[in-house]
């Protein structure tokens, strides 16, 4: 699975959008051998998008900024790959350069795409199956295999109503039962106290 980070994700995005966007085309894509994102950046200390990329399980190639940088190191990395025996890619570029994937003979070309993403005219010929999925905003959360359909929202509501239900005892009949039972307990002890020797039964019964 070859990742064009700035095409599909966008320019430096953030950490919350990059984890949205790459997990709806992680799942999209399904069994995989490898994923692997490139994009150009210049920062060294502190690359958050590598940390949320290898988060993810997705390999981050980091190239210096220049035209078609993120391309052609993908590229390079798929050559790489073919020459060890792989013929199955995954691409995740509505960039022109990925359509050479899809010349050699033995070789399947998937394109993923967002809906309404410009996909160029010789990538779409080249490959075997262009998908689009929905586009998803910064707050969108992509559907994962054992989703319901209920939100986080829904969920944590209904788990807050199952406890509501649980059986509640009334504060003044638990006060009453309380006394009630101190006196009988004082009642049964002054008895025996008075009549050591008889029954209790007798004890209960008035004189």
């Known amino acids: 699975m070859l990742v064009d980070l700035e095409n599909v994700v966008g320019f430096r995005p953030k950490r919350r959008t990059l984890r949205t966007r790459m997990t709806a085309l992680l799942d999209a894509a399904g069994p995989r051998h490898h994923a692997v994102a490139a994009y150009a950046s210049l920062e060294d200390a502190d690359d958050v998008t590598a940390s949320t990329l290898a988060a993810l399980g997705v390999a981050p190639l980091r190239v210096t900024p220049g035209p078609d940088a ?4 993908l590229l390079a990395h798929a050559r790489r790959m073919q020459a060890d ?19 050699a003979d ?26 689009r999925l929905p586009r998803l905003g910064d707050g969108d959360i ?35 039962g309380f006394a009630t039972g101190i006196g009988i307990a ?19 019964r008035p004189c």
């Open 70 to 73: 993120a391309e052609l190191a």
């Open 85 to 103: 025996g792989c013929a199955r890619f995954t691409v995740c570029s509505g960039d022109h350069a990925f359509a050479v994937l899809g010349d």
């Open 106 to 131: 033995a070789s399947s070309l998937e394109v993923l795409v967002w809906q309404g993403q410009p996909v160029a005219t010789g990538l779409t010929a080249a490959a075997d199956h262009v998908r």
């Open 142 to 176: 992509p559907a994962g295999p054992g989703d319901t359909g209920n939100t986080g929202r829904l969920t944590q509501h209904q788990v807050t109503s199952r406890s509501k239900r649980q059986a509640h005892v009334p504060l003044d009949n638990l006060v009453t």
């Open 186 to 204: 004082l009642g049964a002890r002054l008895g025996s106290l008075l009549w050591p020797g008889a029954p209790v039964e007798e004890r209960r």
